[in-house]
């Protein structure tokens, strides 16, 4: 039979090494490429056509969710597995709506991994009962797509004019996205608001 052909993609590069090596001790998987970031990743699923994606959510350049997105709509044959340290309700239901197949957090034993990954492939989802109970039951995601990016680079400090040349939007348009945001989540200002969304897994 056929190895699970698989890409991983994960910013810290001991976390990414140990996980490649992991796989690789399984008969039935074979780990094609590592990618330090989510634009790399989607680089390797677009040139190398895996069957299973791991990827992490938080990285530089393009996010795993951005990248499970991605993979989703215009590389549907590979399946996604987000592998995080996150246990917030927010990030699985972002992640299950971007179109992953499994949710794993880090803290799980290594075999559980490898599971994920052939169940993956089967065509199975993957998710912790506990945290799967807890997302539906949890308050619903207010902010649309692009107020998301745009808290997101608020929050890491960018200034409105900064944010409009990357996104090529115009200044005022981009503090209404932030007025916007700042009032769906009561906060005081947009530092606040990307606090009051990242607790709850929204960026």
Do not use: C
Request: glycine share 6%; no cysteine.
């Amino acid at each position: 039979m056929a190895a699970i052909r698989v890409v991983i993609a994960e910013d810290q590069a001991m976390v990414l090494g140990a996980l490649a090596a992991l796989l690789e001790m399984e008969e039935d998987i074979l780990v094609m490429a590592t990618a330090a970031n989510g634009r790399e990743a989607l680089s390797a699923v677009v040139k190398l056509k895996p069957d299973v994606l791991v990827t992490d959510i938080e990285m530089p350049v393009m996010t795993g969710l951005e990248l499970a997105a991605e993979v989703k709509a215009n590389h549907a044959a590979t399946k996604t597995v987000i592998l995080t340290t996150f246990a917030r309700p927010g990030y699985l239901r972002r992640a299950l709506d971007a179109g992953a197949r499994a949710y794993l957090l880090k803290d799980r034993p290594a075999a559980e991994l490898a599971d994920a990954v052939r169940k993956v492939h089967r065509g199975l989802r993957v998710v912790d009962p506990a945290l799967a109970t807890e997302a539906w039951s949890a308050e619903l995601d207010p902010l649309t797509d692009r107020e998301r990016q745009i808290l997101q680079r608020a929050g890491d400090g960018r200034s409105s004019g900064e944010i409009a040349g990357e996104l090529r939007l115009s200044e005022g348009t981009v503090r209404n996205y932030l007025s916007e945001a700042i009032a769906k989540l009561g906060a005081s200002n947009r530092v606040d608001a990307a606090r009051i969304a990242r607790g709850k897994g929204w960026l």
